[in-house]
């Protein structure tokens, strides 16, 4: 392109899709298909293309919890069972029947689980009374991020309609103004070609001129001798 300089990496567009003709016609789907699978097979990456980055720590977000659970997995160990010793009331084994510190630990572990117990019921009944508005305030949350959301979309979707018609408008703009251009071409090809024309004709006029003008002062001189 004359009197514009490319950068490295720029791409110039050569195609008016919105305005260019014939995309329809038999076996033009199919040679632009083998060409693009043509340029995959020739550029195929051989290697990891994301190799020139910095290889990322995925040990950072790890808690110990999580890397002993990863650590169990990689050495196929089976999961610990949830333990439910707390939740049981044995008596005292057969051999402390008569020990009052053996009944001291059983009697504080009830106690332990009653209270548990009673703080479940009390967690219950807070739930009752205010889990409803909680779930309507959650719900309510969720609507508005929903309803977020699809503003975000239909605000999205109008920007690439609009960004569409702005690239059909310049299209159709540039394809008018280049089918006049090419006209205008045509145009002047034809007039130069019809003064070529012309100027060959004249050429040949004033030769044939030249020449009877030679031949007449010929015959001239052959009568004044």
């Known amino acids: 392109m004359a009197g514009t300089s490319l950068v490295a990496g720029d791409v110039v567009v050569d195609a008016l899709p919105y305005f260019d003709q014939g995309y329809d016609a038999p076996g033009v789907r199919e040679a632009a298909a083998a060409l693009v699978e043509e340029e995959t097979r020739r550029y195929r990456p051989t290697k990891n293309y994301l190799s020139y980055l910095p290889t990322p720590d995925y040990t950072a977000f790890e808690t110990t919890i999580m890397r002993n659970e990863f650590e169990r997995l ?6 610990e069972l ?25 009697v504080n ?20 009374q205010h889990g409803p508005n909680a779930w309507k305030v959650y719900n309510d949350n969720l609507v508005h991020m929903i309803e977020n959301s699809q503003k975000e979309l239909q605000k999205l979707r109008k920007n690439i309609q609009d960004l569409n018609w702005q690239r ?13 251009m090419e006209s205008t071409w045509v145009s002047l090809v034809s007039k130069n070609y019809e003064i070529e024309r012309a100027i060959v004709q004249l050429e040949i006029d004033i030769h044939h001129i030249k020449q009877q003008q030679g031949d007449e002062n010929k015959e001239n001189i052959k009568q004044e001798n």
Not at 82 to 106: F, H, V
């Open 74 to 79: 990689a050495a196929r160990q089976p999961l």
């Open 82 to 106: 949830l333990s439910m010793k707390r939740y049981e009331l044995p008596a005292p084994s057969a051999g402390q029947k008569n020990d009052i510190t053996a009944w001291q630990e059983c």
């Open 109 to 128: 572990n009830s106690m332990a689980q009653l209270e548990h117990q009673a703080v479940r019921i009390e967690n219950l009944e807070i739930m009752s």
């Open 168 to 180: 059909k408008n310049i299209q159709l703009n540039a394809g008018a103004k280049l089918r006049e």
